[in-house]
């Protein structure tokens, strides 16, 4: 299934249709007879070897590019001015990894160091706020984070078409309704502090009910990003393409935090 996430359906790396992937395993040299008997006499190569995307590697990957985007997060927590030039140039690194055919390790840890840039002076503004909101959102973070990846890796959680036609659904209305409350805010037409999302509805600020819905639209994306590194490494995706996975599951866990501390700076400014 091709997952929503841009950083993965952009690639045939993750695709799960059989002749896409038969294409992409069909790039090595034909062998003569003498050739393949020399081949299968040898001992059996692990997937490393054979430079195919695995579990580990990805998981390698990832952790690095999280530590990483942990170091930028640090720059930016001493200099939250950085936020917003980080935040730019953070966008569009976005966009030139999702849309290069080939992934670019390089490329991908610069898009982690100004992100965390940008995470880091966030989270510092938000701290002046409210005092502890940044560990309280890092713990609902990996509180979500884990219980997903276990709900998962137990195959008790699965994409679905029908959820993710659903979700993708959700997402855009999600879009449409953060740009008009940013539009508003811009030109002063609401003076809250998150615009629309104070508005209370049944003594409920807004943005509690939409925080919710859209952090559950966060776990489901990371199911869609679990699948798709299932997909790559099960369809003999080339090894660099983990660098590709690391990406997404990187965008999708930073916009989950945004989200979960957002959600808490709405419920403690009541």
């Known amino acids: 299934m091709a ?47 054979t430079d195919r995307m695995t579990y580990e590697d990805t998981i390698v990957k990832t952790v690095v590019s999280f530590a990483v985007l942990l170091a930028g997060a640090a720059v930016g927590w001493i200099v939250p001015v950085l936020a917003l030039p980080a ?16 992934p670019s390790p390089a490329l991908v840890l610069s898009y982690a160091v100004f992100e965390g840039i940008f995470v880091g002076g966030i989270s510092y503004t938000f701290s002046q706020m409210y005092d ?33 036609k659903i979700f993708l659904v959700a997402m855009i209305g999600y879009a449409a309704f953060s740009l008009v409350n940013m539009g508003l805010m811009l030109f002063g037409v609401t003076d809250t502090q998150f615009g629309l999302r104070d508005v209370t509805f049944m003594g409920i600020p807004l943005g509690a009910i939409i925080g919710v819905v859209v952090v559950l639209l966060a776990a489901y994306s990371l199911v869609l990003d679990f699948d798709n590194v299932k997909t790559g490494v099960e369809r003999g995706a080339p090894r660099i393409y983990g660098w590709t996975a690391a990406f997404g599951i990187m965008v999708t866990v930073v916009w989950l935090y945004l989200e979960i501390l957002r959600l808490i700076a709405i419920f403690r400014s009541e």
């Open 3 to 49: 997952g929503s996430n841009p950083a993965f359906s952009s690639s045939p790396a993750f695709s799960s249709n059989p002749q896409t992937a038969a294409q992409l395993r069909s790039t090595a040299p034909q062998m003569s007879a003498e050739q393949l008997d020399e081949l299968y006499g040898r001992p059996a190569a692990s997937p490393v070897e």
């Open 132 to 164: 502890g909101i940044v560990t309280q959102a890092l713990l609902g973070t990996l509180g979500v984070v884990g219980v997903t990846l276990a709900l998962f890796a137990s195959g008790k959680v699965r994409a679905s078409k029908r959820a993710t």
């Open 87 to 102: 935040a730019l140039i953070g966008f569009v690194l976005a966009l030139v990894n999702i849309f290069k055919k080939k």
